[in-house]
Nanobody, 116 residues
Framework: QVRLVESGGGLVQSGGSLTLSCAAS????????MGWYRQAPGKQRELVAR???????NYSDSVKGRFTISRDNAKNMVYLQMNSLKPEDTAVYYCNGNRGPHYDYWGQGTQVTVSS
């Protein structure tokens, strides 16, 4: 079992920056692929960025070049640095940990609101 707790959301002006953090419980955090997803009102949840246990990252086209995902396995933490934020980035952001179909965990989400 892995418990994930997000923090760092808030209200920011367009062009601003925020860093989201996700704290994970469990001693085997290092083997999980960790991801950030988001869900805007009336839309499906979508992948924002994902980082494997060995640090290989990929991003959605909509955030590539603006967002950076990172992890600290020693601290059981994963981060999402968000720069040049746009109003369309407004959503609830969720942290995800996955190492297979029976090992898929979600945090409670943190709201990010970008004003124009």
């Amino acid at each position: 079992q892995v418990r994930l707790v997000e923090s760092g959301g808030g209200l920011v002006q367009s062009g601003g920056s925020l860093t989201l953090s996700c704290a994970a419980s469990g001693s085997i955090f290092s083997i999980y692929t960790m991801g950030w997803y988001r869900q805007a009102p009336g839309k499906q949840r979508e992948l924002v960025a994902r980082i494997t246990n060995i640090g290989s990252a990929n991003y959605s086209d909509s955030v590539k070049g603006r967002f950076t995902i990172s992890r600290d396995n020693a601290k059981n933490m994963v981060y999402l640095q968000m720069n040049s934020l746009k109003p369309e980035d407004t959503a609830v952001y969720y942290c995800n940990g996955n190492r297979g179909p029976h090992y898929d965990y979600w945090g409670q989400g943190t709201q990010v609101t970008v004003s124009s």
